[in-house]
């Protein structure tokens, strides 16, 4: 199956001439769950990786501190092994409680690794009244470099908009799936020659630990590419004449759009697409922009991917291929990879235009 993304309801070279230079070409990935090969572009399947190669480990620092829950001040936010957390995704159970904290720590990671380190309780006794403070952390005994987990698998003959390095047509995006210090996943990016791959490293390792749930375990997923054009969303960046030039677009058309609503109905609709994609646009919000120079030569950098929370949400339903508009009010879309980016923000992955291989930036918005 293809997914089709429908037309805009602008054309922006008529309603906004200021924003039609600034267009971009994106590919929208459109993944969805399936058993995808490593001969196949995925979503969170298994990696082309040759065996004499070695496996991406993250060496941190990992943010291991986890204080009280924000959003249940009686619950904690503990680390799991990589098999819990998928059988919590086919089973979900209610987060461990402070009572439970030890047991559902020690199960989870190996002792000789981990130990918890706590403040303002006593291990052996943890019927603590609500009102008490709560704060600890397991952290490492010793050097434990994490395991990372494959993210994306982009072949460039099935996805436009890639620019690999000369001779090479595969790129392996892999992270850690526990936080580091800026509350991301780190990642590691690799281009490579599929053809010259020929003995396959079958079993990677298994990270350490991960963060609880699944937030950051992809389920395998295939990928339907599609080509789309994309403007820029920073509106206060480029002046006042695109914001002026789309609320007379909305008068003359009668479209029933509050003129003082018109930006965030470009951003959602015309703008920038949602979901997983390749190069395009940043839809900015977290932050205003700013600049990411490339550390090595201080070129402006591009997006590569964005790792997405969801397919779209409430805002976005335009951006619904036709294929699945049966699924528009489900705004977290489980037939696909099922992510979630500090509770629903995307991670775009930046890198350097002049060369593949300058190192890449993380961005979260």
Not at 89 to 101: F, G, I, L, N, Q
Not at 330 to 348: F, L
Request: aromatic fraction near 8%; hydrophobic fraction near 35%.
């Amino acid at each position: 199956m293809t997914r089709t993304t429908p037309p805009r309801a602008v054309d922006v070279a008529a309603a906004c001439p200021a924003l039609a230079p600034l267009a971009r070409p994106a590919t929208r990935l459109h993944p969805r769950s399936g058993t995808p090969s490593v001969y196949d572009s995925s979503i969170g399947g298994p990696l082309l990786w040759p065996t004499d190669e070695p496996w991406p480990h993250c060496h941190g620092p990992h943010n291991w501190d986890f204080l009280t829950n924000a959003w249940n001040p009686h619950e904690l936010n503990p680390l799991q092994s990589l098999v819990d957390a998928k059988l919590t995704r086919h089973d979900p159970e209610p987060w461990p409680s402070v009572a439970d904290v030890p047991s559902a720590m020690l199960s989870a990671v190996p002792r000789d690794i981990w130990e918890f380190e706590a403040s303002g309780f006593d291990l052996d006794n943890l019927n603590l009244p609500p009102s008490q403070p709560l704060a600890g952390r397991w952290k490492p005994t010793a050097h434990v470099p994490n395991a990372m987990l494959p993210v994306a698998q982009l072949y460039t003959r099935d996805v436009p908009g890639l620019r690999p390095p000369p001779g090479k047509d595969l790129l392996q995006i892999l992270w850690c799936p526990l936080d580091n210090a800026d509350a991301m996943p780190e990642t590691a990016l690799v281009w490579r020659t599929a053809a010259d791959v020929t003995d396959i490293l079958n079993t990677p390792p298994v990270p350490t630990a991960v963060e609880y749930g699944y937030d950051y375990i992809p389920l395998p997923c295939t990928v339907e590419p599609e080509r789309i054009i994309e403007y820029p969303s920073d509106f206060e960046e480029l002046g006042g004449e695109p914001l002026e030039q789309m609320r007379q677009w909305a008068s003359r058309q009668h479209t029933g759009i509050d003129p003082d609503d018109i930006e965030s109905w470009f951003i959602d609709n015309i703008c920038v697409a949602p979901g997983w994609k390749v190069g395009g646009h940043i839809r900015w919000g977290t932050t205003d922009p700013f600049p990411q120079p490339c550390p090595t030569c201080g070129t402006e950098t591009e997006p590569l991917l964005t790792v997405a929370s969801s397919e779209w949400d409430a805002g976005t339903h335009s951006w619904i291929p036709y294929e699945d508009q049966a699924l528009a009010g489900d705004y977290s879309t489980t037939t696909g990879p099922d992510v979630t980016i500090a509770r629903g923000y995307n991670m775009i992955l930046r890198v350097c235009p002049i060369s593949p291989d300058h190192p890449h930036i993380q961005l979260m918005q």
